[in-house]
């Protein structure tokens, strides 16, 4: 039987736009959280990215976690989005971030990057859309 996920639609429209460069060693899902964090973005949509990471690190269906082994792990697709949760004081900023990796090996991998996991190789390039819910 397959599992079913529950659905949110919502409406909204794209405020700003942020094209960022992210430092080696920093963490891929992290660092947007800061990005996202420091523009004042509520919520994000992650359109893409393009970059290499030192080493990768991938939840999969099912919970098992993948350690992908770099040097040099290159990210083919990155897409997600960021939210705000919680309220005043305990309010944080999560990243649910998917994608396909390829080693130096050639093996190429999906699944979401596991936060910490995933340092930044050179540097790498990601664009965020700012999505503003319009009031029910």
């Keep these: 039987m397959a599992e079913t996920h529950p659905v949110h639609i919502e409406a909204g429209r794209i405020g700003k736009v942020v094209y960022a460069r992210l430092a080696p060693n920093e963490d891929l899902v992290q ?13 994000a949509l992650v359109r893409c990215g393009l970059g290499s990471l030192v080493d990768a ?18 990210v083919l697709s990155l897409f997600g989005e960021v939210r705000t949760q919680g309220h005043g004081l305990e309010r944080t900023v999560c990243a649910e971030l998917s994608g396909v990796v390829v080693n130096a090996a050639g093996r190429v ?5 596991v936060a910490g996991g995933n340092p930044v ?9 700012e999505w503003l819910v319009q009031a029910a």
Excluded at 31 to 43: N, R, S, Y
Excluded at 109 to 113: E, I, L, N
Aim: net charge negative; charged share 20%; glycine share 14%.
């Design 57 to 74: 690190c991938l939840d999969l269906p099912g919970g098992e976690r993948l350690p992908v082994a770099g040097p040099a792990v290159e």
């Design 109 to 113: 991998r999906s699944g979401v990057f």
């Design 121 to 129: 190789f050179a540097t790498f390039e990601v664009t965020l859309e």
């Design 31 to 43: 660092a947007i959280e800061k990005i996202c964090v420091a523009q004042g973005l509520g919520h």
